[in-house]
């Protein structure tokens, strides 16, 4: 009987040793965590627009000062303030009597000399003949044929004077040098008005039609616009509230020097504004499309960021969550573009991404 009882004491100690095996493998999996179901896509360069965004503002085509220019009291204001004007509108009366008299006092003048040229073309002539008989000296022939030429002189004058008076007379109607939006008149009816005084601006018009829209683009932006094989520069523009603005825009100036304080260059853009939908001196955001580029683009849902900057979550070959740091571009509808970080043919995680955790297993499945 004392034979057996090593063997058996030896079958329980290994029968014991297996059990705890078993169970610490058993426990070791059930500590293992569940793969996590993830959806994927698969990380490929397509050609994309070359965007740059910037914030413009509006201005008019034209903007002018209607300035009063002769002295004179302001009678009358012929327009609404506010309203669009046609090229040659009257907007403005100054009072026309004191111009009225000048220009009689100046056309009297003229006939007056008008009759002494007459007068002294005739003695010249008649002198001159006496003077070739010998009637009378030659001097007297010289000055006579000299006052016919002062009095020639003096006709030109007061045709000058004439032409001066109907000019002055004529700035006292006031008219729109453009066509445009009126502003607010600055001077009240029955103030004296001067053009030599800070009273001369009278109102103000913008031409909004076509508008023009002012911007700035960094200068590695300008040099990809200015490089751009001599295609088209696509412009569009987003108003303040979000919305598209219908009408595309086109680059109609670039600025020739980059602003030392900013780094940037001026530009500007020509819209067409039939319906005066956008006004002088709104903000717009201008989106300036300059060409293509191969670029990878992923769902804006699966950028996500933390104190270090930007990044996706990608799935390795071990089927693991690992955080990629990316340098994003710009928005392309709901996507972003990816300029670094990716390269092609990786597997982007586009849900589940808040309970990611780094080397986390995940079944991965492709997006359909």
Do not use: H
């Not at 426990?27 to 959806?39: E, G, H, R, S």
């Not at 004179?72 to 509108?89: F, P």
């Amino acid at each position: 009987m004392n034979r057996f009882l090593p063997l058996l004491f030896c079958m329980i100690v290994v029968a014991c040793s297996e059990g705890d095996a078993s169970q610490k493998k058993a426990d070791t999996k059930a500590a293992a965590p569940a793969a996590l179901p993830v959806t994927v896509i698969e990380a490929r360069p397509r050609e994309v627009p070359v965007t740059f965004d910037a914030v413009g503002r509006t201005e008019g085509s034209r903007e002018v000062q209607v300035r009063a220019r002769v002295a004179g009291i302001l009678e009358k204001q012929l327009y609404t303030e506010g309203d669009s004007v046609k090229a040659g509108q009257v907007l403005f009366q100054i009072e026309r009597a004191p111009f009225e008299i000048e220009l009689a006092q100046a056309r009297g003048t003229l006939a007056l000399e008008v009759s002494r040229q007459e007068l002294a073309a005739k003695e010249s002539e008649r002198l001159k003949g006496l003077a070739d008989r010998r009637a009378i000296s030659q001097k007297e022939a010289d000055q006579a044929l000299s006052a016919a030429s002062q009095s020639v002189a003096a006709v030109q004058v007061a045709r000058a004077r004439v032409r001066q008076a109907e000019l002055n007379l004529s700035y006292t109607t006031v008219s729109a040098p453009i066509g445009g939006i009126t502003g607010r008149a600055l001077q009240s009816i029955g103030s004296l008005v001067s053009p030599t005084s800070d009273n001369a601006i009278l109102t103000t018009l913008t031409r909004a039609d076509p508008l023009w829209v002012r911007f700035s683009l960094s200068e590695p932006e300008y040099a990809r616009v200015r490089n751009n094989d001599g295609k088209e520069i696509a412009v569009t523009l987003e108003t303040a509230d979000g919305k598209p603005y219908p009408q595309p825009a086109r680059i109609n100036f670039a600025g020739s020097t980059v602003d030392a304080q900013t780094g940037t260059v001026q530009m500007r853009a020509e819209a067409p504004n039939p319906e005066l939908a956008l006004l002088p001196g709104q903000f717009v955001r201008v989106k300036v499309v300059a060409g293509t580029q191969q670029a990878i683009v992923v769902p804006q849902t699966a950028v996500m960021q933390n104190e270090g900057g930007r990044f996706v979550w990608t799935v390795t070959a071990d089927g693991k969550a690992v955080q990629r740091t990316i340098k994003a571009g710009n928005w392309l509808g709901n996507d972003w573009v990816v300029l670094e970080g990716l390269k092609p043919g990786d597997s982007v995680i586009v849900d589940n991404l808040v309970r990611l955790r780094p080397n986390a297993p995940v079944a991965a499945k492709k997006a359909s």
